[in-house]
Structures are given as structure tokens and as C-alpha cells.
């Protein structure tokens, strides 16, 4: 099959930030209603400042890759930065995925963006950032978890 | 470092034995067996050679039975759809399985576009057909049944003889799909009644590239590829007469060690699947412990996907293969094991080790070291199950 990049592979060998958060601020869990695979961040908010992201992911080696990476880019940025993550993001950090794979990368910011919509609601803020981005079609959305 | 090959079921190498076999015949003795002259009369020879030596393999009759094809996808195709528009008169009818090889799915899938209806059996846990099932479903329209050997993914054996009883029985032709079984299995066309049989001279260790289709004498089939009339007008084209020398010696041999073979993986099997099953928590085995290849191997593992731990054991030298949906072209879990009742997220963490002439048994003993090794980092990351619970 078509090859995964160095990059691809190197996140999916050495994967960064994996694990759970003790009181996390914001928790996103998301299934691949494609394959079937499931994806959860968690996320630790301060003054607005994502200052760690942890995943989990039962997926692909490209799902393993992509959130890895997203934990990455994420992590350090403002929680209004970090909305603004889109899976093209994520699959240009990775040198690019096959193009069956593209909808593993939607996973991860699916899920990262669901742990930031979970802190906002937690705190009984307003979605509009979130809302907004969705109805420009940037969000998907939460996906139904199927597994 | 050196390669564990656990995927023979996907591909496997040429016996060198073979190989020298073909070489002639891709020079010196190029000739076209439809020639006249002497270098062509000598292909011809050697190509009935080959008829006569795979002829022998699976126990027919006479060797022109056989016909030559490009491989077991060909065959399979000429089998289901050319008996099929060869019997309009009869029906339109055909009994298949729900855990065929998708060659026959989408040949039959094509089939049921023309208006011919198409009945897939259930099977039960093991991926066995149920032969009175198979006998109910039978109708005054049935032309055809199509059935595999045994099964390349989970490597269940079907009762191919019973099965090939009640078609010879009920008037039904009755086409088995041999690619997993062929070399590993003693397979005997008149003992099990089969009037059309699909094989591939790879799954020998031939050649890739070049499949034979047995039919009975007396089964008559449509060619679906027309052209110069070559292999009695069933299937034109010029001979691959390298390829078909190469799957000749590969029958020769295959014939003469399977049953030395045959006991020497099924220990090898043995040892793999109780390795695993010992050293893993939360593991399964897909099919059944017994009624199976000698060759084949496949797992689940709880809480994992199939396609990372196949890139997992990549890096640990071990080539094997997975049913994950992740790697379907589809995206779509495993028809087989869906079947067979495995809910579809455990069917994401199926393995396939499949192994062949050339494993030995520090293959296996490295591959039960190390699949263990790559679940755990899997499943460390994985949120299916709570952390450190591993
Ligand atoms: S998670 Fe299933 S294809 Fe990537």
C-alpha cells in the first residue's frame, strides 16, 4: 500500500504525549464513524493556554500519528488557536498521509476540538467560537462513538 | 535484519526449483505452442506436461480438464460466470457463503445486476457452511454452488465432500475456490464430486500470473475472454508458457512433499497459536483449533486495531497482515469474521499469520516473543481499556 511518511512513521514509533491527565479540563472522545476507530483527548487549561494535551487512540497507524502530532501543535497554544486546527494542519505537519488515511487526521481535530467545546461548557462559556468555525464547515462536528 | 515472513497467504516466494525450470523457456525455447515447427511443437509438450502434473495434484481424470488462466481471480470468474450464462435454461439460481473470497462475491455481486439471485449461507462461529442448510436452500433454479475449500483468512476447512454430495445428488454443479487450500491440502476432485475447481500456481510457490480452472468433462461453461481459441476456446490468448511450466514443477513438487509439509506447519501452527493464546491477555482465535490450514494462524486482540500492530511487528521484522478495517479498501471490517458473529471493534484487532515452505521454527518462536511486545505498546495508548490495566 501506499507508503506513510518518515514523519508519519516516526509519530506513530515514538508517540508523544500519550496517556491521561489527572482533572483534566476538558475531556474530547471521538469515533471514526468510517472505520470504526475511537480517539480521546484530554486537556489542562490555564489563563487560556492549552498547557498539556494527552491522548489515547484505538486506530490506524495513522490515527496513532495524527494524535500524536495534534497533541504537538496544540499544546502551548491559546484555546482560541488551537480551534483553528484543521486536519490539513495536522496532515501537512506529517509530510502529508495517503489519501485513504485523510479521515484519520479528521479524527484528531475532531477530538481536540470536542476537549476544548467540553472546558467551555464545564465553565459555562459561550460556544461561538466553536459554533462559528462549525458552520463554516471547518468543525465536523462530534461524531457518534460506535464502538 | 532479517525478515520474519508470516503473510504467505498474500504472496509467496518461487521455489528456486521452479525458477529453473522456467528459465528455458523464456528463451531458447520461446516457441508458440500453436507452431508447427519443432520449437513450438516443444512448447506444446511442455505445456501439456504441466496439464499432466497438475492434473495429478488435485486427482483428475484426464489432464485436459484443466485450462490455463492468468490466476485464481480468472478462474474463479470463468467458473461462476460462465457456467452461469452457459445454463440460462436451467435457472438462475446460485448457493454461495457468506464468507467467500471477494472474487466470487463480486462476481456474483455482478451476476445479481443480470437478474439472477443469489443465496449467501450463513456460517457459525467457526466459519463453517451447515451442509443441510446448504441442501435446504436449493431450488429447481439452482445451476450453481460455489463454495471455498477452506477459507485463506481464518483457514477453516468446509466439509467439501458432503457438500459436493448433495450437488451431485440435487443435479447441482458444484465450483470450489481451492487458492488457500491447494498444496496444503490433499484435494481429490472425484472423491469430493467437484465439477469446477479455481487455483493459483503462486499459492505453490509458482510463478504469479498464471491459474488453472478444472472442469469436468461434461460441465460445459461460457468463455468470458474471446479471441484465437486457445485452451479449447475457453480461454484465448497466447499461453504464459513460462508461467505454466513453473506451475507444472511447483504441482510436481508440491504433490510429492505436501505430506511431510503438511505435518511439519501444523505443528509449526500449533505451536504459534498456543504461544499466543498463552503469552497474551484478552486474545482469541478466529475459526476453529483444529478444522484448519496447516498454515494459518489469526488472532484478535481485544482493545487494538489490527493495522498499527501489523506496523508494530513491521518494525520488529515481522510481515504479517490484518482484516482491520483500516486496511480494507473499503473501510469496511472483515465480511468473514462479521459473519462468523465477532462484533466489528473486535474484528479491528485481527492478525493473520500466515506461513509456508520457507518458516522455520525460530520464526515461530521469535514471532510469539515479540507479538506480545508490540499488543502491550498498543495498548497502552489505547482508551478502550482504563490505564495501566494492560
Ligand atoms: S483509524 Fe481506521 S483508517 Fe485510520
Known amino acids: 500500500m501506499k507508503m ?69 501543535l496544540a499544546k502551548g497554544k491559546t484555546l482560541e ?47 461561538e467560537e466553536y459554533e462559528e468555525r462549525k458552520k463554516e464547515g471547518l468543525i465536523d462536528g462530534e461524531k457518534s462513538t460506535k464502538t | 535484519m532479517n525478515i520474519v515472513y508470516m503473510d504467505y497467504a498474500s504472496s509467496s516466494p518461487v521455489d528456486p526449483r521452479v525458477i529453473e525450470a522456467m528459465l ?26 504441466s496439464r499432466r502434473k497438475i492434473a495429478s495434484l488435485i486427482n483428475a481424470e484426464r489432464p485436459d480438464e484443466l485450462i490455463f488462466t492468468s490466476g485464481a481471480t480468472e478462474s474463479i470468474n470463468l467458473a461462476i460466470k460462465g457456467l452461469a450464462f452457459r445454463r440460462l435454461d436451467k435457472g438462475k439460481h446460485i448457493v454461495t457463503s457468506k464468507i467467500e473470497h471477494i472474487s466470487t462475491m463480486n462476481a456474483l455481486k455482478f451476476l445479481s445486476t443480470k437478474g439472477f439471485k443469489i443465496t449467501y449461507l450463513p456460517v457459525d462461529e467457526f466459519g463453517f457452511v451447515d451442509p443441510v442448510a446448504l441442501n435446504d436452500a436449493i431450488t429447481r433454479e439452482t445451476i450453481l454452488i460455489s463454495i471455498s475449500y477452506a477459507n485463506g483468512e481464518v483457514g477453516t476447512i468446509q466439509n467439501v465432500g458432503e457438500i459436493g454430495k448433495i450437488a451431485r445428488d ?36 509458482g510463478p504469479k500470473g498464471v491459474g488453472a480452472l478444472f472442469i469436468r468433462k461434461g460441465t460445459k461453461i461460457e468463455p468470458i475472454i474471446h479471441g484465437g481459441g486457445q485452451e479449447r476456446g475457453l480461454r484465448s490468448g497466447s499461453e504464459n508458457l513460462p508461467g ?56 484478535r486482540f481485544k482493545f487494538i486495531e489490527g493495522e498499527s500492530l501489523v506496523l508494530r511487528l513491521s518494525d520488529f521484522g515481522i510481515a504479517s497482515a ?8 473499503t473501510l469496511e471490517p472483515s465480511h468473514v469474521l462479521l459473519a462468523m458473529g465477532i462484533p466489528a471493534a473486535d474484528a479491528q484487532g485481527s492478525l493473520l499469520l500466515t506461513m509456508g515452505r520457507w518458516t522455520q521454527n525460530e520464526d515461530v518462536e521469535y514471532v510469539i516473543d515479540n507479538v506480545p511486545l508490540a499488543v502491550d505498546f498498543l495498548r497502552k495508548l489505547s482508551p478502550l481499556i482504563p490505564q495501566g490495566d494492560v
Not at chain 1, 493556554?49 to 495524527?66: H, N, Q
Not at chain 2, 507444472?248 to 504433490?255: F, L, P, Q, S, Y
Open chain 2, 24 to 49: 528455458p523457456y523464456f528463451s531458447e525455447k520461446h516457441g508458440n505452442p500453436s507452431s508447427v515447427h519443432q520449437i513450438g511443437r516443444e512448447s506444446f509438450e511442455a505445456i501439456e506436461d
Open chain 2, 244 to 299: 505454466i511450466v513453473g506451475f507444472g514443477k511447483a504441482a510436481e513438487i508440491a504433490k510429492k512433499e505436501m505430506e511431510v509439509e503438511t505435518s511439519r506447519l501444523t505443528e509449526l501452527r500449533d505451536k504459534l497459536i498456543k504461544g499466543i493464546l498463552k503469552k497474551t491477555e484478552n486474545v482469541w482465535l478466529n475459526g476453529h483449533p483444529t478444522k484448519r490450514l496447516p498454515n494459518n494462524a489469526n488472532f
Open chain 1, 81 to 127: 488557536e488551537a480551534l483553528k486546527i484543521t486536519r490539513g494542519d495536522v496532515a501537512d505537519a506529517l509530510e502529508g498521509l495517503p489519501p485513504i488515511k485523510m479521515h484519520c487526521s479528521n479524527l484528531a481535530a475532531d477530538a481536540l476540538h470536542a476537549a476544548i467545546k467540553d472546558y467551555y461548557e464545564r465553565h459555562g462559556k459561550k460556544l
Open chain 2, 170 to 205: 440435487q443435479g447441482v454443479t458444484f465450483h470450489v475456490d481451492a487458492v488457500a487450500a491447494i498444496g496444503k491440502l490433499s484435494i481429490d476432485v472425484r472423491k469430493d464430486c467437484i465439477d469446477l475447481l479455481s487455483f493459483s500456481s503462486n499459492d505453490l510457490y
Open chain 2, 322 to 329: 490484518t482484516s482491520s478495517a483500516c486496511t480494507s479498501k
Open chain 1, 4 to 72: 506513510y511518511s518518515r514523519k508519519c512513521m516516526e509519530h506513530f514509533r515514538n508517540p508523544r504525549n500519550v496517556g491521561t491527565i489527572e482533572n483534566p479540563d476538558g475531556v474530547g472522545r471521538v469515533g471514526n464513524p468510517v472505520c470504526g476507530d475511537l480517539m480521546e483527548i484530554q486537556i489542562k487549561v490555564e489563563n487560556g493556554i492549552l498547557t498539556d494535551v494527552k491522548f489515547r487512540t484505538f486506530g490506524c497507524g495513522a490515527a496513532i500519528a495524527t494524535s500524536s502530532m495534534i497533541t504537538e
